[in-house]
């Protein structure tokens, strides 16, 4: 790891003015994978603004129909909590498989959106539910906040602060998990909104990041079941391949974890 | 160069490392406590995992200086004098080992694992809370049944207290 100097901050203000001064800093979040990447020296900021301790960023709060998850709460605290369990349940099912233990007890969710690597699993749910990205400055719905691979809509020294999710009528994620990274191949976010609307989301599938699947989306509202997506296409069109799998596989992975993430939301 | 003001294993120590320190390298390097290891630095094999306020995380992937403040216990810390741990116990009795690389973290893992699930731990469970920690001689199948049987000794020391 290159040189770098460390600051710990104890609010958002200080957070950001503490990033102003620095020539070329990141905010560190639960740093599982910003420490690792600056241990490849992939990346070298000239100071690391220590989001961890500030406590208006911890906690998740149940207000009626929105879920509301503050951005520095960790995989693991979002997990055990009752009402992501009550309201979302899916979010805290996609949460488990997630990384393992020791980074579920450091990472955030604020953290993971911010990096938004194309084959994370927090930024399916974003674009399923529709939800909305708060940061210090304004609120982003998740359409907007996710603009291609590593690339969200977030200016510099912009600090996400929460994120909120509308409770959906029915929700359900699968995933096929890369035994190694743990990262998804391949996985699928169904949700049925309140008002009817239905909305699929693939991650680790498109070279784009996390997209949107209007075919399936098509099928599951004519009929909300697995089987009304066996007749359906999905391109290979603009999907990764890598040696973990063709453009082809991924494109099939769609459609069978979509199948199973309705038959997970019921 | 910060100074780090931190608990290990009971006693407070202050360090003063370079910002870019990472907590198992002050472990390991300025307090000398080599018992937890440094395996593929990446984040995926757990040898390096310790307890942070409780909790066991991968001190490869910290910083010193987010553990400023905390109460750090790694495997050197959880025996009793000359009384091992029932964890520590069990992996030598069922050979939970074979080049011991990877055991301190299993450990430390394993009883996080242990204080998480308490009595209804299970085989599946224990297989898939361990998949953070990596044992290359593929040790598994006894590191199971070490844990599973400390996870009875845990409950037994528990009651007894």
Known sequence: ?266 | MSTVKLTVNGKAVSVDVEDRTLLVQLLRENLNLTGTHVGCDTSQCGACVVHMDGKAVKSCTMLAGQADGANVTTIEGIAKGDELHPMQAAFRDNHGLQCGYCTPGMIMSAIDIVHRHGGGLDEATVRRELEGNICRCTGYHNIVKAVLDAAGRMKVSQAAE
């Open chain 1, 1 to 266: 790891m290159y040189q770098t100097t460390y600051h710990r901050a104890s609010s958002v203000d200080e957070a950001a003015s503490l990033f102003a001064k620095g020539t070329e800093a990141k905010f560190l979040a639960g740093g599982q994978t910003l420490l690792p990447v600056m241990k490849q020296r992939l990346a070298s900021p000239s100071d690391v603004i220590d989001l961890g301790k500030i406590k208006e960023l911890q906690g998740v709060e149940l207000s009626g129909d929105v879920l509301t998850i503050k951005a520095g709460t960790t995989y693991f605290d979002i997990m055990q909590n009752a009402d992501v369990q009550k309201a979302i349940p899916a979010i805290a099912y996609l949460t488990s498989v997630l990384g393992d233990p020791a980074v579920r007890y450091r990472g955030t969710i604020g953290g993971s959106i911010a990096n938004n690597d194309p084959a994370a699993d927090y930024p399916a749910a974003l674009l399923a539910l529709g939800a909305t990205v708060k940061t210090n400055k304004r609120s982003i719905s998740a359409e907007d906040f996710f603009q291609g691979l590593f690339t969200t809509a977030l200016e510099d020294g912009e600090i996400i602060t929460a994120v909120s999710f509308p409770v959906p009528a029915k929700a359900g994620y699968a995933k096929m998990r890369h035994p190694a990274s743990r990262f998804a191949l391949t996985a699928v976010f169904v949700a049925q909104t309140k008002s009817g609307e239905i909305r699929v989301a693939a991650t680790g599938a498109s070279q784009s990041g996390v997209m949107r699947v209007p075919a399936i989306e098509a099928a599951l509202k004519a009929k909300w079941s697995p089987a009304a997506i066996d007749g359906v296409s999905v391109s290979a069109s603009n999907l990764l391949a890598d040696i973990h799998g063709t453009a082809e596989y991924r494109a099939n992975l769609i459609k069978v974890m979509a199948q199973r993430a309705v038959t997970a939301a019921g």
